[in-house]
């Protein structure tokens, strides 16, 4: 089996394993991650081959893209204590703990060395916790802090990643200069992600046809990210920049077949991309057990202390840290989304594994420093980094569910039913005014204006029932269940002719082109 036939087995899997872990009630990810970790092991499966430089830039941009497109910036904005105290702050203690203990159970490891250890094993995975917590039906809130610590976390240990490693790298460190480089990669990664996502919009103008403006998305979080990091900024926060820009300003209402193209295209893409980096979490075992030989016991005690420290302190910088969140929290905060409970915080505790970043940062450790010698204890970082991988990614992973059913931790559907209430009359309302200012302009038959006021009453019934009373939702049932009637011989009338065109493709003298048109013009007829 050569790389090529890897990667498609891995494309494969990706998509497999989403119904497979619905049916098992497990996340995909995980499932994706053990199927890698049987891979490994396989004697046909071969080592893979891909330059540790370029896994970031090739997997994080559309996953990051990808997980912005179900959030907002208002989102973050209302989310800012939270979020910087689970980005910022505790990817800083995590770090500061991590070389701690490295730097005292691993013989001979330099404390730069540790440091970057603490760096690339700080940062919770923003995919795994989406993927994972999403799929749960936890509170919004929590999978909304969830998804901005994941996003977040990713820029600042990154900074502190690189920082390390030139430390290791040169032998020397400096504060003001480690201090001045973070504050010039975020200034520069804001920069560039305005800029790109203001031409990005200009250029979306320009091209108009909604396949080639998705087409242009795709190229825009690699473009950003390469950007970014070529001129000494942070690709993930030029990404998250980017992204969070073109949410806030390409949103146009009424650009229905762009925004179901995006929409579908991004799910397939986040699918495979997700696939394919968690399987390659599994595949990177193989090699990693490699370098532990005639030493596993030793590396996996180091490794399981890791572990139990990552775990350990993000419950116990979680706890007060949440406490001093609803203390903070007042009624001008209403926006702000944070646990409410400590059977929410013990959940945020838990969801908090490792992932695509990690094994990107671990695998990206130089070989050698500035004067030739070996990078110290690279091998010892790497077994240890994948250890607090697959520990916090299979294990809390696969025990998430029976944890989240164990506390009761639901989402709150009173609230969305309100939200959805709310929405129904207020898009029943605009269309009723809409219809009004119409009717104002156009003389309209007093039947045509009764059959549209129904229509736009029928919005909102339709969105939540629960907008009107008992005797309307009765009458708005029967007209349903006849259109529903009518709805289905009509999807068998066009099923029907939509059998005749796509036979009359392999008739003779058939020009395909014309009867793909109209084949496309049924199935939009179709959607409708």
Known sequence: MDQMALLLLLLLGAVVTVPLGERLKLPAPVLMTLAGVAMAFASFVPDIDIPPEF????L????LYASVQRTSWRQFAANRRPIFLLAVALVFVTTAAVAAVADAVVPGLPIAAAVALGALVAPPDPVAAT???GSLGLPRRLVSILEGEGLFNDVTAIVLYHVAIAAAVSGSFSLPEAFGLLVLSAVVAVVVGLVLGWLTIKLMGLLGDATLQVGLTLLVPFV???LAEELMGSGVLAVLTTALFLAEHTADADDVQGRLTGRSFW????TLVTG????LIGLELHSVFGTAAGRLPELLGWGLAVVAVVVGVRLLWLLPATWLAQRMHTRRDYSEEIPTSWRETVVMWWAGMRGVASVALALAIPLETDDGAPFPGRDEIVFIAFTVIMATLVVQGLTLPWLVRRLGVRADTDAERALERDLAVRAAGAAKRCLKEIEAREDLPDEVVERLQRA??????RISP????EERREAYARRAERFRAVSRVQRDMLSAARHEVLAARNEPGSDPEVVDRVLRYLDVRSLR
């Open 55 to 58: 896994i970031l830039p090739a």
């Open 60 to 63: 994080l941009p559309p996953l």
């Open 131 to 133: 993927a994972v917590a």
């Open 224 to 226: 950003s990210y390469v």
């Open 267 to 270: 799910e397939i893409v986040d």
């Open 276 to 279: 394919v980096a968690f399987g």
């Open 456 to 461: 736009a009453y029928d919005i909102g019934a």
């Open 466 to 469: 629960d907008v009107v009373d």
